[in-house]
């Protein structure tokens, strides 16, 4: 089935005046989409105007895919010849934190849609280029046996590479046991086909910034290709050489990705929402602008802490801190059990100020702090404020560790070169505030925190990231949704997916935040205690991706997750659906997960009030932004 496509939400922003310049940033190309929704349907390749192959006589053998054209791979349109490759991947063995990966037949090209230059949203010379590599199960052809059609088992697994990465070899999915994989062995060992691409970034900073004759102008090409249609692409493809390998297209199609592959995997579920399943979708960087914005939050407030003649924690200082926070707040609410891990740390309200030095019960120097430094935590605990004390982004929640350093990161410069168009823009004369500012003697490039965060949404986040909460078409479809997301990650902070989370139960309860109504199809799951993807001391979800299936294929949401790990090796727990934590039941060890069960509330209306954040577009103003996740002014005075 040939569909042509283009991107709305593209083609609704081309109006703003600030990028009117830019012609035809509506990038449009042609697909021959192989399953549309859910795996079934008519498959052809994703070439443009390239029509279904042609019946061979026989199912090709994994080199023939990247040899005879009859197969719709070698010589189709868009398929850059010296790029493509075919080959079988040898079994692997069985390691000690593995089990083994039989062979496979891996199949590496370069692709194009077509476009290119200006009119496209690329530079004038640069031309769309999307790296996908495909995992096949072994067909009968090439000796597989035991399955579907050799050791495919008729199902599909989508997936994309972390961040910012340009490579295909450095997947993010969740796998067996307690890590995510970083490859495409997860798939093949379930026997699914694999895909994933580098999603056309060759660049850096991706080439978001235009060069030559467009300088200082935004590549919505490039945007496009990394924040979804890339992956896409390497979804259909994975259709279209299933098809012709196995002669028959998949009847489940999965996402499986942590991460930026997690963002991707979003972008997919907002553009592409019926032609998938189901979706696993671990801490997911959408958001993209804000958080790596905020990644250096604690670096620009403890540089006013310099300028004001304080001195800078020590890193023992920092895990002090963190310490007491959490063994003060590991018992609150419904979480009884002492063991290292808060439940909840949007609820935690410890204040560094007990560590300052000769109060009762601070540490002993030189790990205790000084009154400034004490105040300078809080803030970084409490997070971004504009100068009329409204919040902006989330904080650092209390047990995540950051840097003793005035040094603004590099993600956080990447982003601000991107909003101010300028590769050459120096991310350290961003401030905290206007009086740290002055207080640097207002440096010509200098700017305030919270006007970089207005600068940021209205110029760049809505082609960068993945935000929108419109998934209706995953929704109609009957996708099945798992969101993951750790507490205790320092990479992107998981309010971020309680915001989202709230923000779509509210679009589709119609101005209300109807979670029980929006847990029928999509659950997220926090993992308190967990790191960014895995790690941490608490425990990682046990195989997240064979609960989706379940879900999917027999109709048995996941009341509950399985975890194992973090601190203690040998510690279980269980997972609960948001607004849900673990409750022990008061009987047996507190290291066994079924002495468990799931219950207590994260839905506190202290801690959404707590969370209501400026308009998106007008952080610099005054007006909070409470209808979006469901909650009134009313309901947060008083």
Known sequence: MKQLWSDGRIGKQRKNAALRNTSRMVMVGTLALAGCGGGSGDSGSPSGGTTTPPVAAALPTCA??????SFGLAGADGVIASTLSAAIVPEAAATASNPATPAFCQIDFTYTSGLFGADDGYD????????????????????????????????????????????????????????????????????????????????????????????????????????????????????????????TAPTRVYYNGCSGG??????????????????????????????????????????????????????????????????????????????????????????????????????????????????????????????????IWFPYDRGVSFQASTTVSGSTSQVMQWNHKDTAFDGN?????????????????????????????????????????ALDKAQAHGVKIIQLHGTQDGAIRWRHDVDYYRRAATYFGKGQANIDGLRSWYRLFPMPGVGHCSGGTGPSPVDPFLALVKWVEQSTPPDSLPAQGGAVATRTRLLCPYPQTAVYKGNGSTDDAANYTCGGNLETQSVLCDSVRTKYKHENEDALDYDSIGVSASSCTG
Request: aromatic share 8%; glycine share 12%; net charge negative.
């Open 124 to 247: 004038q010379a640069q031309a769309q280029l999307i790296k996908i590599r495909l995992s096949l199960p072994l067909s009968a052809a090439d000796g597989g046996s035991g399955a579907l059609q050799g050791n495919w088992v008729g199902k599909q697994m989508v997936s994309a590479s972390p961040g910012s990465s340009n490579s295909l070899t450095r997947w993010a999915n969740y796998a067996e046991g307690t890590t995510h994989d970083t490859g495409p062995v997860y798939a093949i060992r379930l026997g699914y086909v694999g895909s994933s691409t580098d999603t056309g970034q060759t660049n850096t900073p991706f080439g978001v910034i235009q060069t030559g004759g467009l300088a200082n102008t935004l590549s919505l090409g490039t945007i496009a290709d990394w924040a979804y249609r890339g992956t896409h692409y390497g979804k259909v493809w994975a259709g279209t050489l299933s098809k012709a390998y196995y002669g």
């Open 429 to 469: 004369n961003l401030f905290a505030d206007a009086e740290s500012l002055a207080l640097a003697g207002n440096p010509a490039a200098g700017i305030t925190y919270e006007n970089e965060a207005t600068l940021g949404s209205n110029t760049t986040a809505d082609y960068t990231d993945n935000q929108s909460v």
């Open 64 to 69: 023939q895919l990247g040899t005879d054209a």
């Open 262 to 391: 997690g963002n991707e995997g979003m972008g997919q579920l907002q553009q592409f929402g019926d032609e998938y399943d189901g979706a696993l979708i671990g801490a997911p960087a959408y958001y993209w602008q804000q958080f790596r914005l905020a990644d250096s939050w604690p670096q620009i407030v403890l540089k006013k802490l310099v300028q004001q003649g304080g001195v800078l924690p020590t890193t023992a200082q920092l895990a002090a801190a963190n310490t007491a926070a959490t063994n003060t707040c590991d018992v609150q609410g419904s979480d009884t059990v002492a063991d290292g891990i808060v439940a909840d740390p949007r609820a935690c309200t410890f204040s560094a100020a007990a560590n300052v030095c000769g109060v009762a019960g601070a540490p002993d120097a030189p790990n205790c702090l000084s009154v400034a430094q004490a105040a300078a935590i809080d803030r970084i605990w409490d997070g971004p404020r504009n100068h009329f004390g409204k919040r």
